[in-house]
């Protein structure tokens, strides 16, 4: 018999939950080709070192690296040093940097393993002395970090530049320098405040349609040097409005956590690939639904993924930048990790009421490998919650 747990609600009450005992989704193995899937990966904290968790940093490399090769395993690329495995949240650059290193050489191990690393401006401490010059060497050093192991760029959206830019021109002048830079094509990553406060007015803004025209101007005029563009603003509709003025060739990789099966679907005319944190969490459903792209099986894709879109709203609620905790918690119930742990202390930015809901979610949507792991593990949650 599946397992029944006692759950608490949001009403303060407990309510008996029975798992469904569906079985978890196994996808087809080999590439996808149809569509780029990215997963925007997490990272796995040394539970037991002998740090300030507040403070420092300390990762357990083995299961870390392990949950890459369970991606890469689906046919799925990562991408690694991203905001899912918090940066810019108790994730610092030199841990980043080793990470990234291991991850490449680890990428290189695996036949058609695709890797691309995010390269930002966080080693700059916050303050009004920093410049424009300032980030222009920060993104200068880690990009040739990247390139300098043989790893592709992710140019991810700087808090520093956000907070010396005096308008638009100051972006495409840091931008223009930067891409004029690099090796290979890159993917320039917007993030929206919703994810990041501090990012709030990036491209010179607050106002979206000034900013997306400022974006839409470097894109054009460095195309060559761009891949494509990840959107995380959680507005569709904004979306598919951009991906439609691209030069030919530069991909929109949808970050869209709230509708992605409807952009990475496409109009019949232009579709976005992705670049996702819920992929994280939903990666053996992902894999399958674009397997099923792959051979033309619009209805299966969609039929995977519904039950996802649920629980992906659910993980990325409001506050939204708290997101990587139902990432981690997921990774813990299906047991990719030893504990739930995370860098900062951030498993405590969610509720035992939020992660309860998401294990629902996830037994709902078939994502639970393990059943009865998933359930012996939730109830070590509960009882550290005072839960019996």
Not at 195 to 203: N, S, T
């Amino acid at each position: 018999m599946p397992p029944t747990l006692r759950l608490p609600r949001a009403d303060g009450t407990l309510a008996s939950y029975t798992l469904s005992g569906r079985a978890a989704i196994t996808p087809p193995t080999g590439p996808i080709t149809s569509r780029i899937g990215m997963a925007a990966v997490h990272v796995v904290a040394d539970s037991v070192a002998a740090i300030n968790p507040t403070l420092d940093v300390a990762l357990d490399w083995d299961a870390t690296l392990r949950y890459r090769h369970y991606v890469w395993s689906l046919g799925l690329a990562v991408a690694e040093a991203m905001d899912t495995s918090q940066r810019g949240m108790g994730f610092d650059w030199p841990t980043a940097r080793e990470l990234i290193r291991r991850s490449v050489a680890e990428a290189r191990t695996v036949r058609g393993a695709v890797l691309a690393s995010g390269a930002g401006t966080d080693q700059l401490a916050p303050g009004a002395s920093v410049t424009l010059a300032d980030v222009e060497a920060a993104y200068e050093e880690q990009c040739s970090f990247i390139e300098g192991v043989g790893g592709r760029i992710i140019l991810m959206a700087s808090r520093a530049l956000a907070a010396c830019a005096r308008g638009p021109e100051d972006y495409e002048k840091v931008y223009a320098r930067i891409l004029a830079q690099v090796s290979e094509p890159v993917i320039i990553h917007w993030l929206g405040d919703m994810f990041d406060p501090a990012l709030a007015g990036y491209w010179g803004s607050l106002d979206l349609d000034r900013a997306t025209e400022t974006l839409l101007g470097i894109v054009h005029e460095y195309a060559a040097r761009i891949d494509g563009v990840k959107i995380s603003l959680l507005d569709q509709r904004r979306e598919i409005a951009m991906r439609a003025r691209f030069p030919k060739g530069v991909r929109m990789y949808t970050g869209d956590d709230f509708d992605y099966p409807t952009t990475i679907r496409g109009d019949g005319q232009r579709a976005s690939d992705a670049l996702l944190g819920i992929f994280d969490v939903i990666a053996p459903a992902a894999s399958a639904a674009l397997h099923a792209l792959d051979a033309g099986d619009v209805a299966r894709f969609e039929a995977i993924l519904a039950p996802t879109l649920t629980l992906s709203r659910h993980v990325f609620g409001a506050p939204t930048r708290f997101y990587k905790t139902g990432v981690v918690f997921a990774a813990y119930l299906n047991g990719h990790q030893a504990h739930f742990r995370m860098v900062g202390g951030l498993e405590s930015a969610r509720s035992v009421v939020h992660v309860s809901e998401q294990l629902v979610l996830m037994d709902r949507a078939g994502l639970l490998r393990d059943p009865d792991l998933a359930a012996e593990r939730m109830r070590r949650v509960l009882a550290l919650a005072g839960v019996d």
